[in-house]
């Protein structure tokens, strides 16, 4: 559809605005995709709608290797992304409706916005283990994370559910409170570990933080918004900008008590039922006191405490708390976009892209955590709802829109032959490559271990004589090495054991 003028024209209607380019979200993947549009065609003015005050704006950005990156995550507010591009326009205000046929979005605030291609990067909303609780706290942005830290302030004992990297860091991070982590899987960080890493990153949950936290590759900067209802927790329905890496830093997560870590994990289990205290207490159930460390769990004893907050397990046990923490995943927001548009969705959700990031319905394109790759992966690529692909995303998104607008072909990014991701967990640097965890490949793989204790764990996952994966946590310095044998998928099999033999520099063979 092609408008009578490509720059955004105030209409008769001061609620009507257009432009050849709108983008839809203020995370990472919304804010990447509009900055490069606004670069790729300065005199054009962009427009992106976002339901929060403050932007995620990626700063710093330094390309480590081929697909390896780092970057800061800065939240802003949006005048500071105006400044730097002037030709972006910020509407702040959600999306109530998409009229795909009619290339319009209406807003929460009754604007009107058509486009000539839009990109959908909305993000994606926590999966609440029971909705409408208020003992029941989901963290996904600033003001979540800043309503977990008042509820931390005052309480003694806390549940944690979910394994994923939130669950992990905010396990690590809590210091004076009780943590009951109750987890599916059989070990801690089923997404990003197997058991072997899991164990190694176990004694940390017990250790006091001594150690000076390692350097911090991405910052987080929040605006103070005015003081939120103590009493409220945030309602998943209410989306900010996503929390960036390290959400953490700058939060005081403790709670009233004087020591560091009290951890006890709860593993192949799920959240069966949530008692108030009233109803706890008619039904005359039981719970059981904060298992001492080391100790057999079949002796746990009854707890005389009375607590605002039961979660009965389906392992039968239940355990009183003063409030639950569900970080069990996020599900795509894909909601305001559905009603009346053809959108292809994937399994998980997500509205389904191909390989030049363009959903199932024309001129639409989507980008980060709401959208599905539904293209023929490279054998050592997967998608995972991580910043780093975010920001990939967003800007292929964009350079996708370009060249469909000038009438060009593109090929696909190269972040898109292997997966790649550096991250930090229990204060160890932390990288993942490839089929990290052997996902999606046949039994006749093999794994390849190093380990250290306290110190570096290594694991390379074989197939055929290839490296098609690998966990690198603590300083190993070999995630360039690694990350050139996968992508040039070479024939490892004469080295043997030698790959990992600490006593030999491997890149010496392969320079």
């Known amino acids: 559809m092609l408008l009578p003028s490509l720059g955004v024209v105030e209409m008769a209607a001061p609620s ?31 427009l992106l709608v976002t339901a929060s005050p403050v932007i995620k704006a ?11 990156e780092e970057f800061d995550v800065e939240e802003q507010p949006s005048t500071m992304l105006e400044k730097r591009y002037p030709n972006i326009k910020v509407i702040e205000s959600g999306v109530k409706q998409l009229k795909s046929q009619e290339h319009k979005i209406f807003t929460e605030d009754g604007k009107q916005c058509i486009y000539e291609k839009l990109c959908l990067c909305a993000g994606a909303k926590p999966k609440l283990i029971f909705e409408g609780n208020s003992y029941v706290l989901g963290i996904r942005d600033t ?3 800043q309503a977990f830290q008042n509820h931390l302030a005052k309480a003694k004992r806390i549940a944690v559910v979910g394994n994923g990297g939130i669950a992990l860091e905010l396990v690590y991070e809590i210091e004076g409170c009780e943590v009951i982590w109750a987890i599916k899987d059989k070990a801690i960080g089923n997404t990003f570990f197997d058991v072997g890493a899991a164990e190694f990153l176990i004694p940390k949950l017990t250790a006091e933080k001594l150690e000076t936290a390692i350097s911090c590759k991405r910052t987080k900067y929040t605006t103070e918004g005015s003081e939120k209802e103590e009493g409220s927790v945030a309602a998943a329905d209410k989306l900010g900008s996503a929390l960036g890496p390290d959400w953490h830093e700058g939060l005081h997560l403790k709670g009233t008590k004087e020591f560091c870590h009290k951890v006890h994990i709860e593993t192949l289990c799920e959240i069966k039922k949530i008692y108030l205290q009233q109803e706890f207490k008619e039904l005359q159930k039981t719970s059981l006191s904060f ?18 907050v039961y979660m009965e397990l389906t392992n039968g046990k239940i355990y009183g708390c003063d409030f639950i923490v569900s970080a069990t995943g996020v599900v795509p927001n894909v909601k305001p976009f559905l009603d009346g548009n053809n959108f292809a969705l994937g399994e998980d959700g997500g509205l389904k892209v191909d390989q030049h990031m363009h959903s199932s319905v024309a001129d639409i394109y989507a980008a980060g955590d709401i959208c599905t790759a539904s293209w023929e992966p490279s054998p050592v690529w997967q998608q995972m709802r991580l910043w780093t692909q975010a920001r990939q995303m967003g800007w292929y998104a964009a350079q996708c829109m370009v060249a469909d607008s000038l009438g060009e072909s593109i090929d696909m990014d190269f972040s898109f032959e292997l997966f790649a991701h550096v991250t930090k967990f229990f204060n160890y640097k932390v990288v993942l490559l490839g089929k990290y965890n052997a996902q999606g490949l046949d039994l006749d793989h093999e794994l390849m271990l190093r380990c250290t204790k306290g110190q570096e764990y290594v694991k ?20 360039e090495t690694f990350e050139n044998l996968i992508l040039n998928r070479m024939d490892l099999s004469a080295y043997g054991e030698d ?4 006593n030999v520099d491997i890149e010496d063979y392969f320079d």
């Open 16 to 46: 009507l605005a257009q432009g050849r380019f709108v983008v839809v979200g203020g995370g990472i993947a919304g804010v990447t995709c509009a900055e490069r549009l606004a670069t790729e065609f300065p005199s054009e003015d962009i």
């Open 58 to 68: 990626v700063t710093n950005f330094k390309q480590v290797s081929k697909t390896l």
């Open 143 to 145: 003001d979540s994370a």
């Open 291 to 308: 298992p001492k460390a080391n100790s057999d769990n079949h002796n746990a004893h009854p707890d005389e405490e009375l607590w605002p």
């Open 460 to 479: 390379a996952v074989m197939q055929n004589g290839r490296m098609m994966g690998a966990v690198l946590i603590g300083e190993t310095d070999l995630e």
């Open 499 to 502: 790959l990992l033999n600490p």
